[in-house]
């Protein structure tokens, strides 16, 4: 039993956490910080742990998929406390925690490529988004043909949302820039542009683990036996000291690019990408600091992964829209245009110099809903190493959907 884990967790400890989030639980005052803490951890573990058990589940990369939505449809139905979800989104908004996760994720993943191979990583990645964009766009647009549905419609409130790179970096400052243009209530554009960006991103992690089961099944009919995976580079150690002032640098990173944010109004995602790439392109560090960015991204990839999407599940996955989302009215030009990054990026590939299965799960991240989504949807495909390129194409590719679409909404008819 002593050896027995719950994820990262080994499980006499997960249980003493556990008894420990009941009490906090049971405590009418006071006990919503210790639960609010606890709970993403526990939880998150707890629905990895179940999805890496069911083997269908596993194959085709759904047990993502329950740490996502497991939490949204529990907090729907009341069964979270309230007083502990409220306590966990004050939390949030008062640290920041998952924008700092993001930047640890996007700073580590880009100080992790080949400082050479950055300029040629991004004009292929552009290629690839062009690519899949384009595709996206066909596909979604005939869906709404078949439908009977306005195309500027379509494109302004159902396939920009959903390429626009998540909830706070798109969703919602589109429907802010909608609404001022047409004089349209905020919040309406706001939910009607939900149920597309939900559905998107959950087709998007299904389609990824649809091509982690395939390649599964191929290897077997082809080998007779799983293929080997290439030897996983060996984590560098470093001293808690040096974690500790490296966490402290991307902090005072993550604060500068929170501030340009607000000042500029460019999403604060979009500016550490840029930050990063530049410091890499620079590559002002020393091979010290720059190890010490990657283990600490590795280790929150290793530790925070599951926390970070039953987070995102409980608190900005609402169970009411996604179910609306996947009505076939509105689902069907989301899958179509999901579709179409798909095939689009295993065609692009080869002439990029990508496996046919990386360029289909790397255009699939047009769809992700911000970082926790792209992490989703790499995590169901079994490719994390793509990170850097990933988050790329996720934010330069938002970013310029934005753009666009705001810069065309004139178009709008409201």
């Known amino acids: 039993m002593a050896q027995a884990r719950i994820g990262l967790l080994p499980l006499p400890l997960f249980l003493a956490l556990l008894t420990a989030l009941a009490v906090a639980i049971a405590v009418p005052e006071g006990g919503e910080q210790v639960s609010g803490l606890l709970l993403p951890v526990l939880g998150g573990f707890m629905l990895a742990e179940i999805g890496g058990r069911i083997p269908w589940l596993r194959n085709a990369g759904l047990d993502t998929v329950l740490v996502l939505l497991v939490p949204s449809w529990l907090a729907s139905a009341g069964l979270l406390p309230d007083g502990t979800l409220m306590a966990l989104r004050r939390l949030l908004e008062a640290t920041d925690a998952v924008g700092f996760f993001v930047t640890v994720l996007i700073v580590g993943s880009v100080m992790s490529i080949e400082r050479a191979a950055l300029p040629t990583d991004t004009a292929r990645l552009m290629a690839l988004l062009a690519g899949g964009t384009a595709a996206a766009l066909v596909g979604g647009l005939a869906a709404a043909m078949l439908l009977d549905r306005p195309a500027i419609e379509t494109l302004a409130l159902t396939l920009a949302p959903a390429m626009a790179g998540g909830l706070s970096a798109g969703a919602i400052p589109l429907s802010v820039a909608y609404a001022d243009a047409l004089g349209a209530p905020q919040s309406v554009l706001l939910a009607r542009m939900l149920p597309p960006l939900i559905a998107a991103n959950l087709l998007a992690i299904l389609f990824a683990g649809a091509i982690a089961l395939v390649e599964r099944q191929h290897d077997r009919m082809s080998a007779g036996a799983p293929r080997p995976s290439p030897p996983k580079a060996p984590t560098p150690v470093t001293s808690l000291g040096r974690l500790a002032f490296t966490c402290a640098g991307l902090v005072v990173l993550h604060l500068i690019s929170s501030h340009v944010a607000r000042s500029s109004g460019w999403a604060a995602p979009l500016i550490v990408l840029l930050l990063a790439a530049l410091l890499r392109l620079a590559d002002p560090l020393t091979a010290g600091p720059r190890q010490d960015v990657v283990v600490l991204y590795r280790r929150c990839l290793q530790w925070l992964i599951h926390p970070v999407l039953f987070i995102a599940g409980a608190l900005f996955t609402p169970w009411a829209q996604l179910v609306e989302g996947f009505s076939p009215f509105n689902l069907l030009p989301v899958a179509a245009a999901v579709g179409g ?74």
């Open 341 to 414: 990054m798909v095939l689009a990026g295993a065609a692009l590939a080869r002439p990029l110099g990508l496996a046919a299965a990386d360029g289909a799960v790397l255009a699939l991240t047009r769809a992700a809903m911000g970082g926790t989504g792209t992490i989703a949807i790499l995590n169901a495909s079994r490719r994390l190493r793509l990170m850097p390129q990933a988050q790329i194409l996720t934010r330069i590719g938002g970013a310029l959907t934005l753009a666009l679409a705001m810069a065309a909404i004139g178009a709008l008819d409201p």
